[in-house]
Nanobody, 120 residues
Framework: QVQLVESGGGLVQAGGSLRLSCAASGRTFSTSPMGWFRQAPGKEREFVAAFSWGGGSTYYADSVKGRFTISRDNAKITVYLQMNSLKPEDTAVYYC?????????????WGQGTQVTVSS
């Protein structure tokens, strides 16, 4: 069994920053891609960012490019999402995902989500 636990969400004003963390347990997957997704109320889950171990490549949705940064700490089996210049439209529940052979998915494992709320 693989468990992913997100943390770091909260309430922040527009223009502020947050860093989300996703701690993994139950297995190691140092060479596997990790992704972040989000789901706003009444909307479908959407891709935010992914980290591909091969070449250390990162991928971002157009809506967050230049503002969000995904990274990974193998020693802690943890992935992070640094979010800067937050906008109200970033408000959503953020989920981390793992267990994909390719950064585009499909991902096998998902966390419970952490709420991010950005006020104007």
């Amino acid at each position: 069994q693989v468990q992913l636990v997100e943390s770091g969400g909260g309430l922040v004003q527009a223009g502020g920053s947050l860093r989300l963390s996703c701690a993994a347990s139950g297995r190691t997957f140092s060479t596997s891609p990790m992704g972040w997704f989000r789901q706003a109320p009444g909307k479908e889950r959407e891709f935010v960012a992914a980290f591909s171990w091969g070449g250390g490549s990162t991928y971002y949705a157009d809506s967050v490019k230049g503002r969000f940064t995904i990274s990974r700490d193998n020693a802690k089996i943890t992935v992070y999402l640094q979010m800067n210049s937050l906008k109200p439209e970033d408000t959503a529940v953020y989920y981390c995902a793992a267990g994909a052979a390719d950064w585009r998915g499909p991902y096998r494992y998902w966390g419970q989500g952490t709420q991010v709320t950005v006020s104007s």
